[in-house]
């Protein structure tokens, strides 16, 4: 059964963006510390049309969620984000962008498509699950997304990179009131980060 | 040079106690979750009179700031309840009181004095420094005491025991907005509770 999995890296203080955050500066102030470690691993430099980059327990954390998914979930802001990545965005897959705008599906080179779903999480995942077949359906965010996912109780897996920073403010992942029954089901201890897998029980 | 450690467990949403906490219920509504793995561990137990328990590496986790105590730091609210712990408390060493409140010295059996510092944490990391000779001093809580010690750059390290359950409301480890340059020291991967230790930089 292909599972719905949420991926994000979140500072050891909670947060998955920096203070002051807007289109130009999405991360917000200090933000991009986040992500420092990723664009370091071979895989996510691959998979962005980069070369070399290290291999190792990182790159092949970096590479699990994205391995195995056969479509992607977008809150609107991460689109417009993803939009501004040019004609050829990394995804090469179905994705699902969750929007109040009505809009026709976009369609970019190498495989990445934007169908926009205006009623809700729910119809956004079942076309993202038919889309994605036999593969996993990743949430990759924002915050926001993520939590309404885990409120409908509609994740299966959270990914989480626990990045060793005190941001001290910004875009707190668990922001809302959300209480579910989670399991840990795996860790990997990379040199930078740790990779803490979670099971949401059914 | 000993050492000044903070060790407190944390849900994965970031809080270490859950809602509507009181001297009653001082670790709120759900709370005690976060003890749970830690009472069930030989290590907890006998430094609490109790026999038997989990052997293994959640309970050398549990001991590893504990057995290189040589003094132990207390916000008045911790105090508060250690009081309510009769008389002979566990901690068996000096522990520091920080506290508006002018009091004498409180001995109790087995070892544990409580002094009552009411001139800020530096002088109570003094103290304790002082009581503990060549072993680590251990600041003990709550939250507010430990980002005290952050803020002012008096911690030498961080162990976070990340227990995967999510509270959804409580009180935050990190409610304040600070921001200091940590490093990833170790990681113990054990089957319920994911411990994490953080160097602070110098």
Redesign the interface.
Same mark, same amino acid.
């Given at each position: 059964m292909p599972r719905v999995i949420a991926e994000i890296s979140m500072s050891?203080?909670?947060f998955i963006a920096g203070p002051n955050d807007s289109l130009e500066h999405p991360i917000g102030e200090?933000g991009d510390r986040l992500h420092e470690w990723v664009v370091k691993q071979a895989s996510w430099r691959e998979h962005h049309g980069l070369e070399g980059g290290e291999t190792g327990a990182a790159s092949e954390a970096a590479d699990e969620v994205w391995k195995n998914t056969g479509a992607t979930i977008l809150g609107k802001r991460m689109f417009d984000l993803a939009e501004g990545w040019g004609d050829e965005p990394p995804f090469r897959r179905p994705v699902f962008v969750l929007t109040h705008e009505k809009r026709e599906p976009l369609v970019k080179k190498g495989g990445t498509t934007f169908t926009f779903v205006n009623d809700g999480v729910e119809r956004a995942l079942e076309q993202a699950r038919a889309a994605a077949g036999d593969n996993d359906v990743a949430v990759a965010g924002g915050a926001n997304t993520i939590q309404q996912f885990?409120k409908a109780g509609l994740l299966d897996e959270l990914q989480?990179h +626990?990045v060793?920073? +005190? +941001?001290?403010?910004g875009k707190?992942?668990?922001s809302?009131?959300?209480?579910?029954?989670?399991?840990?089901q795996k =860790?990997v201890?990379s040199?930078? =980060?740790?990779h +803490?897998r979670?099971r949401f029980a059914k």
């Amino acid at each position: 059964m292909p599972r719905v999995i949420a991926e994000i890296s979140m500072s050891l203080d909670g947060f998955i963006a920096g203070p002051n955050d807007s289109l130009e500066h999405p991360i917000g102030e200090g933000g991009d510390r986040l992500h420092e470690w990723v664009v370091k691993q071979a895989s996510w430099r691959e998979h962005h049309g980069l070369e070399g980059g290290e291999t190792g327990a990182a790159s092949e954390a970096a590479d699990e969620v994205w391995k195995n998914t056969g479509a992607t979930i977008l809150g609107k802001r991460m689109f417009d984000l993803a939009e501004g990545w040019g004609d050829e965005p990394p995804f090469r897959r179905p994705v699902f962008v969750l929007t109040h705008e009505k809009r026709e599906p976009l369609v970019k080179k190498g495989g990445t498509t934007f169908t926009f779903v205006n009623d809700g999480v729910e119809r956004a995942l079942e076309q993202a699950r038919a889309a994605a077949g036999d593969n996993d359906v990743a949430v990759a965010g924002g915050a926001n997304t993520i939590q309404q996912f885990i409120k409908a109780g509609l994740l299966d897996e959270l990914q989480i990179h +626990l990045v060793p920073i +005190l +941001l001290g403010d910004g875009k707190r992942l668990f922001s809302q009131s959300t209480t579910r029954e989670i399991e840990l089901q795996k =860790v990997v201890d990379s040199p930078d =980060v740790t990779h +803490l897998r979670y099971r949401f029980a059914k």
